[in-house]
């Protein structure tokens, strides 16, 4: 049971992430592998203000929501000067730059050797200790990101982003200053992305540089176009079958020498034919 409840929590992270991401990729067309650098300055600003400083979660989680709003505004301006695949480089370079401060900025982030001892959330003396409690309260973040994707999406901010994603320089014919909305929406991805990271810091109780990679990102991005660009069911889907395929793959018996590459290329495998079969994802709008 408790092998489950963990997928579970895991599952519930990344639909967040997914969720996140989706606004960007999937609503605005933006292809962003930033995604690691904002989740990652969720669960370090969480990890140094609660173990350095004895904040509480709540507090902490939200001053990473700020500094993710803050950075992200900054670096999407950048990136705003850039289309198409500029910006996917652009964001490559601002991921690998904020994964060599985590790694190097040993004063605040202890570099390789991480953050160890990260404190479960507290709330008005109710300390989610177990895992059961703490599924709990990730699934109440899921719910509630969802519930924010799903209303931006269908309101008339979400559809000038599919306008955007769609033909920008028609969008703005009609008066509509495109950059802002890029930018806002950018933003927000970000600062979800940046609860993903908190929960995640706060229930492994440890954190490196190495779980805030380039590769994650892409495993982000992998996640949003598995399960369907634009749709929020999809994100879901995606996620969680990205966490819990490889899981799967466990019980198949393969030989103990090479069960971790067979696992591994079965799972590439089944992505690839899926990509050929079904460009638009398990339950998507629109190619990428």
Partial sequence: MEYLIHLA?????FVILSLSL???LGYTGLISLAHASFFGIGAYTVAILTTGFHFNFFLALLIGMLISAVVSLGIGVV???FRGDFVAIGSVGFCIIVWSIFL???VLTRGPLGIPGIPRPEFFGFTFSTNYSFLLLTLLFAFLVYLVVRYVAHSSFGRVLKGIREDEDALQVFGYRALHYKLAVFVLGAVLASVAGA?????IKFIDPSTFTLNDSIFFLSAVILGGLASNKGAVIGAVVLILLPEALRFVGFPPDIAAQTRQAIYGLMLVVLMLYRPQGLSGEYKL
């Fill in 79 to 81: 990136l705003s000067k």
């Fill in 104 to 106: 190097n900025a040993e």
């Fill in 9 to 13: 929590i895991l599952s519930s992270i």
């Fill in 199 to 203: 929960l995640f810091a706060s229930y």
């Fill in 22 to 24: 989706n606004l960007v």
